[in-house]
């Protein structure tokens, strides 16, 4: 019994998606170093951002529950079936959260300073689409500090640069849930729940979904001149601006037959690719 709601809270969290953010906060640090930023760095940066993913990820199923349940797309969801219980689910989202909090004190003063205003985006993200359609976009901030998160883990101080970067993952992040939210848009709209796709459409919405993406791969490219970094680095841009066309044209107004393909599945190997591209800048 315990072994299977083990099994089906690590569903529930589909740690996978640690793949959209995880990346990027490595890419700060290394940046911030311009090299190696040191073994015990990178781990307590790992668990900063697993830790602070998964408390957000529970905190929104936990909040949303009663709206997934009513959605016959989730109705199925761990929560709303009853498969784990709601106060287990607390429970586990305080202790990932002091989790963050003892990572963060390992790092250096200002990562434990920032960390409850880290938390409160995190936790608030989950409220937006009950007042504004620009949800998809604060969703993309909420994961676009990490960059920012592993900077500062390394440097102990607030500067803008990472931000740029911060900028780029929150346009790919925001351009990809708006694809994935076209499922919704009948749902939100009944229910009285605020998103781009429910407030333009499907067509309106891929519009907006390929203008955020536009702004990712300008974004990127600014991170590139600000940082000097070099050819390496901006073949991993190209290569992102081709893995956004090829999943933008996955996806057509009243065919969303792969749109789990273009949400999600192509959008693991951007982060990856990126930092891994970056490193040969930095050590070649």
């Known amino acids: 019994m315990a072994l299977n709601k083990i099994k089906v809270f690590f569903s529930m969290i589909?740690?996978?998606?640690?793949?959209?953010?995880?990346?990027?906060?490595?890419?700060?640090?290394?940046?911030?170093?311009?090299?190696?930023?040191?073994?015990?760095?990178?781990?307590?940066i790992t668990v900063a951002m697993v830790c602070a993913r998964t408390a957000a990820l529970c905190m929104n199923r936990l909040i949303d529950r009663?709206?997934?349940?009513?959605?016959?797309?989730?109705?199925?969801w761990a929560i709303p079936s009853g498969q784990l219980s709601v106060?287990?689910?607390w429970g586990i989202?305080?202790?990932?959260l002091a989790l963050l909090f003892f990572a963060a004190y390992q790092l250096n003063p200002l990562c434990v300073k920032l960390a409850p205003l880290a938390v409160l985006v995190l936790w608030g993200y989950s409220y937006t689409k009950r007042f504004?359609?620009?949800?998809?976009?604060?969703?993309?901030l909420a994961i676009g500090i990490g960059p920012a998160g592993g900077w500062i883990a390394i440097t102990g101080t607030f500067d803008?640069?990472?931000?740029?970067?911060?900028?780029?993952?929150?346009?790919?992040?925001?351009?990809?849930?708006?694809?994935?939210?076209c499922q919704d848009i009948h749902f939100d709209r009944s229910?009285?729940?605020?998103?781009?796709?429910?407030?333009?459409?499907?067509?309106?919405?891929?519009?907006?979904?390929?203008?955020?993406h536009a702004w990712t791969v300008i974004f990127f490219i600014l991170t590139g001149l600000i940082l000097d970094l070099g050819l390496f680095y901006y073949l991993s841009v190209v290569f992102v601006a081709v893995i956004l066309l090829y999943e933008h044209s996955l996806v057509r107004p009243g065919d969303l037959r792969n749109v789990q393909l273009a949400a999600f599945k192509i959008n693991h190997y951007v982060g990856l690719i990126v930092f891994a591209?970056?490193?040969?800048?930095?050590y070649c």
């Open 87 to 89: 106060p287990i689910i």
């Open 191 to 212: 229910h009285g729940l605020y998103s781009i796709p429910a407030r333009f459409g499907q067509a309106g919405a891929l519009r907006y979904s390929a203008w955020f």
């Open 160 to 181: 803008w640069q990472p931000f740029v970067l911060g900028m780029a993952v929150a346009c790919w992040i925001a351009g990809f849930d708006i694809i994935y939210a």
């Open 14 to 44: 589909d740690i996978s998606h640690s793949l959209f953010g995880l990346p990027f906060a490595y890419m700060g640090a290394f940046l911030a170093a311009r090299g190696w930023p040191g073994g015990m760095n990178l781990i307590w």
């Open 93 to 96: 989202t305080f202790v990932f």
């Open 66 to 76: 009663d709206i997934d349940a009513a959605n016959p797309r989730t109705s199925g």
């Open 132 to 140: 504004t359609w620009w949800c998809h976009f604060i969703l993309g």
């Open 277 to 282: 591209v970056t490193l040969l800048d930095l």
